[in-house]
């Protein structure tokens, strides 16, 4: 081998074994650009929109008040979404369904609301008109999923986000108590939280490189049936 060929697969060689380096050096540090915190998306609105929506369905059936429960409907059929299952990490199971059916749907919020609406027909045929208006459904929007953590307990999942796109993290609660949301990246460090006073949170933050995020709500009072949201 001449001494220029040489010296050649000697600069490969070198490159080629710097190449590892470089890649565990980019993940270390913060998973966070601070500056982009509260950089928004399509899918960082869907899931505002969204948490939005079940708090105005909370009030109308706290209100008894169709029209409320109409309009968290329709936020949320225009905000779309599909079922997800996250991957658990925390070692507790997750408590009973407190209610067998969903009642944060937009067909059981109008469901509730043509019952409140007493025979009202502008306010029936509103619901009509929103349940046959067209939905994101399940080929697009925030993927969700419903679980309940035990009082007192706390539930962690891991979650993949992409490196340079917004992202958003959302939990909503049924109200019987107090949830926290916190947001660690990879190497353990606090991207996001929201404390209190409700159960009802958004954490937004933009990660500088695509990796795994650990998702943690815990729950500071009795148990409590939640749906956790992410874009």
């Known amino acids: 081998m001449s001494r220029r060929n040489t010296l050649s697969a000697l600069a490969l ?23 982009k915190a509260q950089a928004v998306s399509a899918g960082t609105q869907a899931v505002e929109a969204i948490r939005t929506a079940d708090a105005l369905a909370r009030y109308g059936d706290a209100k008894k008040d169709p029209l409320a429960l109409i309009t968290a409907a329709k936020i949320k059929k ?14 507790n199971k997750p408590g009973d369904a407190k209610s067998p059916s969903d009642g944060a749907t937009p067909e ?31 080929v697009g929007g925030p993927k969700s999923t419903r679980t309940v953590v035990r009082g007192g307990d706390t539930d962690q999942f891991r979650i993949k986000f992409e490196g340079g796109e917004p992202a958003a993290v959302g939990i909503s609660g049924d109200g019987d108590s107090r949830l926290d949301l916190y947001v660690y990246d990879e190497n353990g460090n606090q991207v ?33 049936e939640y749906r956790l949201l992410t874009n």
């Open 13 to 35: 060689a070198s490159a080629l074994c710097a190449m590892p380096l470089a890649a565990s050096a980019k993940n270390k540090g913060s998973n966070a650009d601070p500056a």
């Open 192 to 224: 996001c939280s929201r404390v209190g006073p409700g159960d009802d949170a958004v954490c937004r933050f933009q990660p500088r490189w695509t990796g795994p995020f650990i998702v943690r709500v815990v729950n500071r009072g009795m148990a409590n």
């Open 108 to 138: 059981a919020m109008l469901d509730r609301a043509k019952a409140l609406a007493a025979g009202r027909a502008d306010l029936i045929a509103l619901a009509d008109d929103v349940a046959k208006s067209g939905s994101r459904g399940a």
């Open 78 to 91: 225009e905000a779309g979404g599909q079922a997800a299952t996250f991957e658990r990490v925390s070692k």
